[in-house]
């Protein structure tokens, strides 16, 4: 009698509950998670309502057709009360499981993957998510491009700052950071390049196939997340602390080749001038990989690992483009920018990083750069009306947020002088690192290190149109042969520009 009882009270409890929100959800008091992460510039880039804590990627791609499936399990703790919530992805999906149960999805907008679990998932509550799809994705076209780049040989998935819609689905935005596992079975004629270490050598597991492991083992952001496939020639070797130094050369860099292995080869001392000035190298790995000349017109800043296009050697040995990147790890990658709006605190310091690269090499002090790129754009030059501090959505990769936001660190550091500057570099990474950081907190950060008022120096130098006027600490800072006639251009000029333009031509970092 009392179990029948029970039974009953079951079952007419469940069906009020179907009745009364119609889709069979009990205690459906969860909201759907917002379709964006708040970003002022990119208003539908990442989503609310969880936050991920891992994303395991296993892919398999064919070259010769262009076809990628896919498997990603996405580990995530809900932030709210959650009845849906949307992952940011184009490719066509078969199916999305959430937490063992079937869960139903759409598609809104041109990225937006909307996700309805079976049961309502509690605030605080884990999230395991399993997105199956196959694609194309080099012919899936978002606002008229697709960011998944086919090569004679293989492919790329780098670019800033939408790369993860062609491959993967997340919440892209870099508020979010995780740590990765990205696992590639393709032809056993190609290699598999990705972020962090292999966990072990590739493995044939089909008759033809390797399967290719990677890890990266600290919070990553979406987008410095990145697979290249193709012929490689892959050069590893152990840096002085222990990590992996891990190399890839396209077989198609031809006549670049020499100098693309001489200027990557160095990646090791340039780390390590940087570990000088900026702090202890933050990531389990370092590297490069040079991609088949004009497949991406740029270069990017892809954690533990830059990828270069093969065209930064056209013109011989260039060791700029690594400086900036590899600066990137940093300012950028382990710091990473808490709105896109703040894009100069990723640009306008690793710029800065070349001209310390440039006194490293002899070619040219911070000083004589700031004078000679100062004087190179005349007042009336509408490189001087864009606001590195807040460029606008259309240019956050303007020349002006290289150029004038690296103006604006030699302005800030002649002001607090070196002690104060580089502790304040270094001071910044160890605050924010594996995490965000925004201008005002530089600002913050740089005040209270100087013991200075610096507002009326950063709005002059990040957020004023127009060619500052230079402070009677920067005149006397200028370089005695500098003041009095046109500064003389200094040795690391040519190169350094090429670096900006080749970076600024595709818009990407
Ligand atoms: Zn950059």
Same mark, same amino acid.
């Given at each position: 009698?009392?179990?029948?009882?029970?039974?009953?009270?079951?079952?007419?409890?469940?069906?009020?509950?179907?009745?009364?929100?119609?889709?069979?959800?009990?205690?459906?008091?969860?909201?759907?998670?917002?379709?964006?992460?708040?970003?002022?510039?990119?208003?539908?880039?990442?989503?609310?309502?969880?936050?991920?804590?891992?994303?395991?990627?296993?892919?398999?791609?064919?070259?010769?057709?262009?076809?990628?499936?896919?498997?990603?399990?996405?580990?995530?703790?809900?932030?709210?009360?959650?009845?849906?919530?949307?992952?940011?992805?184009?490719?066509?999906?078969?199916?999305?499981?959430?937490?063992?149960?079937?869960?139903?999805?759409?598609?809104?907008?041109?990225?937006?993957?909307?996700?309805?679990?079976?049961?309502?998932?509690?605030?605080?509550?884990?999230?395991?998510?399993?997105?199956?799809?196959?694609?194309?994705?080099?012919?899936?076209?978002?606002?008229?491009?697709?960011?998944?780049?086919?090569?004679?040989?293989?492919?790329?998935?780098?670019?800033?700052?939408?790369?993860?819609?062609?491959?993967?689905?997340?919440?892209?935005?870099?508020?979010?950071?995780?740590?990765?596992?990205?696992?590639?079975?393709?032809?056993?004629?190609?290699?598999?390049?990705?972020?962090?270490?292999?966990?072990?050598?590739?493995?044939?597991?089909?008759?033809?196939?390797?399967?290719?492991?990677?890890?990266?083992?600290?919070?990553?952001?979406?987008?410095?997340?990145?697979?290249?496939?193709?012929?490689?020639?892959?050069?590893?070797?152990?840096?002085?602390?222990?990590?992996?130094?891990?190399?890839?050369?396209?077989?198609?860099?031809?006549?670049?080749?020499?100098?693309?292995?001489?200027?990557?080869?160095?990646?090791?001392?340039?780390?390590?001038?940087?570990?000088?000035?900026?702090?202890?190298?933050?990531?389990?790995?370092?590297?490069?990989?040079?991609?088949?000349?004009?497949?991406?017109?740029?270069?990017?800043?892809?954690?533990?690992?830059?990828?270069?296009?093969?065209?930064?050697?056209?013109?011989?040995?260039?060791?700029?483009?690594?400086?900036?990147?590899?600066?990137?790890?940093?300012?950028?990658?382990?710091?990473?920018?808490?709105?896109?709006?703040?894009?100069?605190?990723?640009?306008?310091?690793?710029?800065?990083?070349?001209?310390?690269?440039?006194?490293?090499?002899?070619?040219?002090?911070?000083?004589?750069?700031?004078?000679?790129?100062?004087?190179?754009?005349?007042?009336?030059?509408?490189?001087?009306?864009?606001?590195?501090?807040?460029?606008?959505?259309?240019?956050?990769?303007?020349?002006?947020?290289?150029?004038?936001?690296?103006?604006?660190?030699?302005?800030?550091?002649?002001?607090?002088?070196?002690?104060?500057?580089?502790?304040?570099?270094?001071?910044?990474?160890?605050?924010?690192?594996? /995490?965000?950081?925004? &201008?005002?907190? +530089?600002? *913050?950060?740089?005040?209270? $290190? %100087?013991?200075?008022? @610096?507002? /009326?120096?950063?709005? &002059?130098?990040? +957020?004023? *149109?127009?060619?500052?006027? $230079? %402070?009677?600490?920067? @005149?006397?800072?200028?370089?005695?042969?500098?003041?009095?006639?046109?500064?003389?251009?200094?040795? %690391?000029?040519?190169?350094?520009?090429?670096?900006?333009?080749?970076?600024?031509?595709?818009?990407?970092?």
């Amino acid at each position: 009698m009392r179990r029948v009882s029970i039974r009953t009270i079951t079952i007419a409890a469940a069906t009020a509950a179907a009745l009364t929100v119609g889709n069979g959800v009990a205690n459906a008091a969860g909201t759907p998670g917002a379709p964006g992460a708040g970003d002022a510039y990119f208003p539908d880039y990442g989503n609310g309502g969880y936050d991920v804590q891992h994303y395991d990627i296993r892919l398999r791609y064919q070259p010769k057709t262009g076809q990628l499936s896919g498997t990603t399990t996405i580990l995530a703790e809900s932030t709210q009360e959650l009845s849906r919530f949307n992952l940011d992805f184009a490719l066509k999906v078969s199916s999305v499981q959430v937490n063992n149960r079937a869960a139903t999805f759409t598609t809104e907008g041109d990225h937006e993957l909307v996700v309805t679990p079976a049961r309502e998932i509690p605030k605080g509550g884990k999230l395991t998510v399993v997105v199956k799809y196959t694609d194309i994705p080099s012919e899936v076209k978002v606002k008229g491009l697709t960011n998944w780049t086919r090569t004679a040989d293989g492919a790329l998935a780098v670019n800033e700052p939408e790369s993860a819609w062609w491959w993967y689905p997340s919440n892209d935005h870099p508020t979010d950071k995780a740590t990765f596992d990205v696992s590639v079975l393709a032809p056993d004629d190609v290699q598999v390049l990705s972020n962090g270490t292999l966990t072990d050598v590739p493995t044939p597991t089909i008759k033809g196939w390797d399967r290719w492991n990677w890890r990266s083992t600290k919070p990553q952001a979406t987008y410095l997340t990145y697979v290249a496939i193709g012929k490689y020639d892959i050069e590893t070797d152990t840096a002085p602390d222990g990590s992996p130094i891990i190399n890839a050369f396209s077989d198609s860099l031809g006549e670049f080749d020499g100098a693309a292995r001489a200027s990557i080869n160095r990646t090791n001392e340039i780390l390590e001038a940087e570990e000088k000035w900026f702090g202890k190298y933050p990531f389990e790995a370092r590297g490069g990989v040079a991609a088949p000349p004009g497949s991406l017109g740029f270069a990017l800043e892809t954690q533990t690992r830059p990828v270069y296009d093969g065209r930064f050697w056209r013109r011989g040995v260039n060791t700029y483009v690594v400086a900036h990147e590899n600066a990137h790890q940093w300012f950028g990658d382990a710091v990473s920018v808490a709105q896109w709006s703040n894009i100069w605190l990723n640009e306008g310091f690793a710029s800065y990083a070349e001209w310390l690269w440039s006194e490293h090499e002899g070619e040219g002090t911070p000083q004589e750069l700031f004078d000679f790129t100062y004087a190179s754009y005349p007042a009336d030059d509408p490189f001087w009306q864009v606001l590195p501090g807040d460029p606008g959505s259309g240019k956050v990769f303007d020349n002006a947020v290289y150029d004038r936001g690296a103006l604006t660190l030699q302005a800030l550091r002649v002001q607090i002088g070196d002690d104060a500057f580089f502790e304040l570099l270094q001071t910044w990474v160890q605050e924010h690192k594996y /995490s965000t950081g925004t &201008t005002d907190e +530089f600002i *913050a950060l740089a005040e209270k $290190l %100087s013991g200075q008022q @610096l507002d /009326s120096l950063f709005k &002059t130098w990040l +957020f004023t *149109a127009g060619r500052p006027e $230079l %402070s009677a600490t920067t @005149l006397a800072a200028r370089s005695k042969a500098d003041t009095d006639s046109t500064p003389a251009k200094p040795k %690391s000029w040519d190169k350094i520009q090429q670096v900006h333009a080749d970076l600024a031509q595709l818009g990407a970092a």
